[in-house]
């Protein structure tokens, strides 16, 4: 596979072009906020227009709350993140052209784009074959009411509206969001939110 130089020009026109699937790697969370924000709102837009639009992030880094916030907005715009436990290098995979960067150099000349089908492919196998997009923490049910619960804290209701839709005791559904908020190990309802959309759990 022949790579030729990209600038970040040519990573913003191809992430802005993609037509079917558009994947991005990411060897920690943090590394998020490395990502041009131009590039972000391309790819949330190409999520909202029915692109495939996949974010790989290693298991290992913690993502801050600015990363959190980026990656929150991604997965509300439709973009699939996955959890990964093997360290992959920082690149594109753009309707199979794959976008490669020199290490802490996400928007410098240092990046390198290449189109090869079969090399693509092999990447995103090796990526969808990792444990832990496989491992998934165990959801609540749907039908539960800590599912329910579930749903009103990722949509934002505020407690009182929601504990009334659901006919539940405000006092109640607090403790509920408290208990879903521990096992999710998350500070806060937002960061609750987003880790839940991480685990899957607010899958149809």
Not at 27 to 56: C, F, M, N, T
Not at 159 to 176: F, I, P
């Amino acid at each position: 596979m022949r790579f030729r130089p990209a600038t970040s020009n040519h990573i913003h026109q191809a992430v802005r072009s993609a037509a079917q699937e558009l994947v991005l790697t990411l060897p920690d969370a943090a590394s998020i906020q490395d990502v041009r924000a131009a590039d972000l709102a391309a790819a949330r837009q190409a999520a909202r227009a029915g692109v495939a639009v996949r974010a790989y992030v290693h298991t290992g880094g913690a993502a801050g709350p600015e990363a959190e916030t980026i990656l929150e907005h991604l997965i509300k715009d439709g973009v699939t993140v996955r959890q990964v436990t093997s360290r992959v290098p920082r690149m594109w995979i753009v309707d199979r052209a794959v976008l490669a960067f020199d290490e802490g150099e996400p928007a410098r000349p240092g990046a390198a784009i290449g189109r090869d089908p079969s090399f693509a492919e092999l990447l995103l196998v090796a990526l969808d074959t990792d444990p832990a997009t496989h491992a998934p923490e165990p959801a609540p049910e749907p039908d539960s009411p800590d599912g329910a619960v579930l749903r009103h804290l990722a949509s934002g209701a505020k407690d009182t509206s929601a504990a009334r839709e659901m006919g539940m005791a405000l006092r109640t559904y607090r403790r509920s969001v408290a208990r879903l908020m521990d096992q999710l190990n998350a500070r806060s309802r937002f960061q609750a939110g987003y880790r839940a959309a991480l685990n899957e759990w607010l899958r149809p």
